[in-house]
């Protein structure tokens, strides 16, 4: 539901969330930052004032644990909204976008969805609805896909037996990266334990990349 600001609502914050380190290196946040300005600008919202952006970078949205995400929501009594570029950079998971909108509930907060043009009042009746039905999508979306990412790179490894160029001396075991990730090991660390470069490991990461569009296709 499209609606305009009450007088007394001019203070939120910015989220910002993008899910992988290949998306960090590129900077694609610098996408939605763009866009959150030019919406604020085009839709005459700089009497809004922006306490502070918040940026969890290569995250994936069905993490509770985020470190800005949670700095954010235990200053939620500051603000009046948050503004995102859609619901998904918020979660990715239904049981965290209930527990979400529960505080946002109880603070009343608003969301401003930049890809929408739409301010969501998740005390509305209509707006829950539609916040409910987007985290919903999400997380069910995030299923598929991580559905069809396994399967993508298990017949690739099944055919190829190794990750990567034939010709390299080393390959990229992708089981052994995730856990790597998993422990929290930045690209340099993955790399030197894979013994690889950090070129060759964003090579294969792009390689993985490629697979999964034509997964998806």
């Known amino acids: 539901m499209t609606q305009e600001f009450k007088k007394n609502q001019k203070k939120a914050f910015v989220y910002i969330r993008i899910s992988t380190e290949m ?24 009497n ?22 949670n700095i954010m929501l235990s200053r939620i009594k500051e603000v009046n909204c948050i503004i995102v570029y859609d619901l998904s950079r918020l979660s990715r998971d239904m049981e965290i976008s209930l527990d979400l909108m529960k505080l946002l509930m109880l603070n009343k907060i608003e969301i401003i969805e930049v890809y929408s043009n739409k301010i969501i009042d998740v005390n509305d009746d209509n707006d829950q609805l539609q ?18 990412q396994k399967a993508g790179i298990l017949r690739f490894r099944s ?13 990229l075991d992708l089981v052994k990266y995730k856990k790597l990730k998993e422990e929290g090991k930045n690209n340099r660390q993955i790399a030197d334990n894979l013994e690889i470069s950090e070129s060759t490991l964003y090579r294969r990461m792009k390689e993985l990349r490629k697979l999964e569009i034509n997964e998806n296709a």
Not at 24 to 44: G, Y
Not at 50 to 69: H, M, P, Q, T, V
Not at 136 to 148: H, N
Request: proline share 0%; aromatic share 12%; hydrophobic share 30%.
């Open 48 to 69: 809004i004032q922006i306490l502070e952006r918040f940026e969890d970078l290569a995250i994936s949205g069905a993490k509770a644990n985020r470190k800005c995400f």
């Open 23 to 46: 998306q960090k290196e590129k900077d694609t946040q610098k996408t939605q930052k763009s866009a959150i300005d030019n919406f604020m600008k085009k839709n005459e919202y700089e």
């Open 131 to 148: 916040y409910l039905l987007s985290s919903w999508f999400s997380s069910v979306e995030r299923k598929k896909i991580k559905a069809r």
């Open 159 to 171: 055919e190829k037996k190794y990750w990567g160029r034939e010709k390299s001396k080393k390959f």
